[in-house]
């Protein structure tokens, strides 16, 4: 741990005078707590960076792949800008996508025919903030969602 913060410090120096951290292995004196430089790595190789020759090149169909994004889950990033479209604010849409437990919670709540900017004024302030003041998360809530 002492070489690795004398080394986060070091970096940090050369950094902040102007100067760029060189591809090197240093090595590290627990006595008198600084690190040298052992030997430049200036290419790729020395880092062992290089094709693994007993691999052979993965060719996935174009059919595979819709397969594969067509099994995927609605992520949160979608999910969010579906919330938006709803006329949800985006902060309230960022909080309802932040855990996917609350934003299950909340599409079965829009399921049983809430409406969204109302539902989620709802959830994100009053059962939030109760769910909060009592140390439970949303999936131990005792309120149920339909």
């Given at each position: 741990m002492q070489a690795i913060e004398h080394e986060a410090l070091r970096?940090?120096?050369?950094?902040?005078?102007?100067?760029?951290i060189v591809q090197?292995?240093?090595?590290?004196?627990?006595d008198t707590g600084t690190t040298r430089s052992m030997r430049s790595k200036e290419d790729a190789?020395?880092?062992?960076?290089?094709?693994?020759?007993?691999?052979?090149p993965l060719?996935?169909?174009?059919?595979f792949l819709a397969d594969c994004r067509a099994s995927l889950p609605e992520l949160p990033d979608a999910k969010?800008?579906?919330?938006e479209a709803?006329?949800?604010?985006?902060?309230q849409?960022?909080?309802?996508t932040a855990e996917v437990e609350?934003?299950?919670?909340?599409?079965?709540?829009?399921?049983?025919?809430?409406?969204?900017?109302?539902?989620a004024n709802w959830t994100t302030s009053e059962l939030f903030g109760a769910l909060n003041r009592v140390g439970k998360s949303i999936a131990e809530s005792p309120v149920c969602s339909r």
């Open positions: 970096q940090v120096e050369v950094l902040e005078s102007g100067g760029t090197e292995t240093r090595l590290f004196n627990p190789h020395d880092y062992r960076y290089f094709p693994d020759p007993d691999l052979l060719e996935l169909d174009e059919a969010r800008a579906r919330y709803a006329g949800i604010s985006p902060y849409a960022g909080v309802l609350a934003a299950r919670w909340f599409d079965a709540l829009l399921d049983a025919g809430a409406k969204p900017v109302a539902a």
